[in-house]
């Protein structure tokens, strides 16, 4: 935690206190991060409650607010009044679809393209599978689609890609297909017509015909059109959102307003805000609100992003090893790819995406033997929150990693989640040794280290691969996540081939705290097709300045309206216009913003290409530009942020290299490299810049544990950020 805020003045913020509150909930824990008006922060945890989120939010709230002396049961009448900011980013869409508890979705297509869902996109048939099953097609199962045949019907008309009318919209067609989806008994319409990216004239007739039908009937449907949601080429894509959107979105939302419900009981006085997968926030009801779906692993990586520019380190890779997944994201002279078609549950979306890249690698990741071969099989499935590991004591019988870390002594049970969590260690004993140990003909703790070992391999690899071409002494390695300081040494690899590998004193919450550190923004997107040749003429800059700023401003004039929704005035807005680019022929184009914002005059054109040339050397290099090529936008877009209050990282005066006494505990033996060794235990909170503590060693939090391997060394600087060496 970092927060120097003594009892006494804790009774005083119940009174006068401006709170920032920041949630993440993932697969296994529900991280709370608060801020308090002094920029000080702390974390609270609880068990994640996927089937109401609202349980866990509050529980993990209360958490966080004991470490400020505060009962939030007794008097959270006197200090929710004052939180001044709450964001949320959780599983509840995603829930929604991997349980399939979505809404009934009835579909409204082109005429002929009715099994557009059924038949995919060639790639989404191998999505989420290992190599195994991508080379050997007996394996491979074919995704059941969120909307049945059934429920789809086609319509005659045609718009082209260029936004032509082809053929008109068959009204007659179109009023049938509503009435038999009603019949159908739908919950929500959703309509995807081709070429509604560039003309959307039949979607809205189509929407139009639909809420007329529906209002003589008297019912009360959501109409979704997919200019809307997804604005963007790419048919199956486009149409893949717009179902998430109707399927997940509405259930998904319901637990964000029990949400806010629940904070507006005690007094909360402003919208609950959402995270979006492309790393800012919005009202929890914002109209596009399948941008949130994807968002669960961003607020790690934006956390980074901000931690850097506060202590000057512009190239990161963020790793955060949570109880169901391991996240790797990085940060490359201070920018964040952006993927802008996601994978997700097996298909693809249209929704920019911070690029994170995920492996099934956590604490909770269960442990089995293959009955075939008698060999070690980790995941991918995991324990998560509930019933969690088998020391937990609610049910499962399956040894998880976090079993292993209890084994061998490097998570103390007696401080689990700062007591909170009693164990039975026990339980998670006899468990891993009757079928993992024994069956292996293992001795138990010498099994456990392996498997941890395994674990940390796998992790090890997978940050290799995000690196993979670019060479790792020019970035700093930060670790975090409830389990990340346990695995860190060890997955970080050689120490010394890193810039810098290092873990902050709040890492179990540290996706809540990038949360925290995002801007309020929103992000408006169209797809295009504009040409400009090399050394264009001025008339051709002039042309393709008009085309863009006729975009931007009509994007502008969205975002006003809907932060006016939201309580933002424009006056308080900041747009960042930009733009898709890549030279013509090539497949891949890059994020590009406009270094003059709207383009007033051909040599802002030429500004424009200038400033992608130099995205395009630094994310390939000078060899790879092509000379002479025309130029291709296949995008314009436009951000439109609001400022926020933020938490403040300080800057604290370094002490001595000796930790204070309170911060050393009773030593205990811990398993490692094949034998128990005696091993230093330190309070975590009680560590101070310019401490230095050689492995092996400890340092105990109430939520997070850094494990010091005998070759480490780890030392806190002067942001309480702590570094690892080889000793």
Not at 339 to 368: C, H, K
Not at 392 to 420: E, F, M, Q, V
Request: proline letters at 5%.
């Amino acid at each position: 935690m970092q927060s120097g805020t003594s009892k006494e003045r804790a009774v005083e913020q119940t009174k006068e206190a401006a709170y920032i509150v920041s949630c993440d909930a993932g697969g296994t824990m529900t991280d709370l991060f608060v801020v308090n008006p002094d920029g000080e922060f702390v974390v609270g945890k609880a068990a994640t409650t996927p089937h109401q989120e609202s349980i866990g939010y509050r529980e993990s709230l209360e958490d966080a607010f004991t470490y400020w002396d505060i009962d939030l049961k007794k008097q959270a009448k006197q200090v929710i009044p004052n939180v001044i900011r709450a964001v949320y980013t959780g599983t509840a869409m995603l829930n929604a679809m991997i349980i399939r508890s979505g809404a009934k979705v009835g579909l409204i297509v082109n005429k002929g393209f009715e099994q557009t869902l059924m038949q995919t996109r060639a790639k989404e048939i191998v999505l989420g599978y290992g190599r195994t099953e991508v080379f050997h097609a007996v394996y491979r199962r074919r995704k059941e689609p969120y909307v049945p045949y059934r429920q789809i019907r086609g319509v005659t008309g045609r718009i082209d890609l260029r936004g032509n009318e082809v053929i008109p919209l068959y009204e007659h067609e179109a009023r049938a297909a509503v009435e038999e989806l009603l019949d159908e008994g739908v919950e929500c319409l959703a309509i995807c017509f081709m070429g509604s990216f560039a003309n959307p004239v039949h979607e809205k007739r189509m929407a139009e015909i639909a809420k007329e039908i529906l209002k003589k009937t008297g019912k009360d449907l959501p109409v979704l059109t997919s200019h809307e949601v997804s604005p963007y080429s790419k048919e199956v894509s486009r149409m893949n959102t717009l179902v998430v959107q109707a399927y997940a979105a509405e259930s998904g939302r319901r637990q964000l307003l029990d949400i806010e419900k629940d904070l507006k009981n005690d007094g909360y006085k402003y919208p609950l805000q959402m995270v979006l997968a492309y790393g800012t926030v919005a009202d929890i009801r914002w109209p596009r609100i399948v941008e949130a779906t994807t968002s669960g692993p961003v607020g790690a990586i934006i956390g980074t992003k901000f931690l850097g520019d506060q202590i000057g380190e512009k190239n990161w890779v963020c790793s955060d090893v949570g109880g169901t997944s391991f996240d790797v994201g990085m940060v490359l002279n201070g920018r964040i790819a952006l993927n802008r078609e996601p994978e997700f549950q097996r298909m693809y979306l249209t929704v920019p995406m911070l690029d994170v890249r995920s492996i099934g690698a956590g604490a909770g990741t269960y442990i089995r033997l293959d009955e075939n071969t008698n060999r070690i099989k980790l995941g991918p499935d995991s324990a998560s929150g509930t019933p969690g590991p088998v020391a937990y004591d609610h049910g499962n019988l399956t040894p998880t990693i976090a079993d292993c870390s209890i084994l061998l002594g490097r998570l103390n049970p007696d401080n689990y989640l700062g007591g909170k969590v009693k164990l039975n260690v026990e339980l998670s004993r006899r468990i891993f040794k009757e079928k993992i140990a024994d069956p292996l003909g293992l001795d138990m703790y010498q099994a456990a280290e392996e498997i941890v070992d395994l674990l940390d391999v796998s992790m090890r690899q997978h940050v290799a691969s995000v690196v993979s071409g670019y060479d790792p002494k020019d970035f700093v390695l930060i670790g975090f996540g409830g389990a990340g300081g346990l695995h860190l040494a060890r997955y970080a690899g050689d120490l010394s081939a890193w810039k810098g590998v290092c873990t902050v004193p709040w890492a179990a919450g540290f996706s809540a705290f990038g949360c925290a550190a995002m801007d309020h923004a929103h992000r408006y997107g169209a797809s295009r097709d504009l040409m400009l040749p090399n050394n264009p003429t001025e008339a051709a800059r002039r042309e393709v300045a008009e085309a863009l700023n006729a975009s931007w401003n009509a994007q502008a004039k969205d975002a006003i309206r809907e932060f006016a929704g939201e309580g933002v005035s424009e006056e308080k807005l900041k747009f960042v216009p930009y733009v898709l680019m890549k030279y013509f022929g090539q497949i891949m184009d890059l994020e590009v913003t406009s270094p003059t914002g709207w383009l007033d005059s051909p040599a802002d054109v030429s500004k424009l290409i200038a400033e992608f040339e130099r995205v395009y050397r630094e994310t390939y290099t000078q060899v790879g530009v092509a000379q002479g090529t025309p130029y291709q936008i296949t995008r314009v877009g436009l951000v439109a942020t609001a400022d926020s209050r933020k938490p403040a990282i300080k800057k604290y005066k370094l002490e001595g290299k000796e930790p204070p006494e309170k911060a050393r505990k009773p030593t205990r033996e811990t398993f490692c490299y094949g034998e128990w060794m005696p091993t230093e235990i330190f309070d975590l909170d009680e560590i101070r810049p310019g401490n230095k503590i050689k492995g092996i060693a400890i340092l105990e939090g109430p939520a997070y544990t850094l494990f010091i391997p005998p070759d480490t060394e780890v030392e806190m600087d002067q942001h309480k950020v702590i570094w690892l060496r080889k000793s």
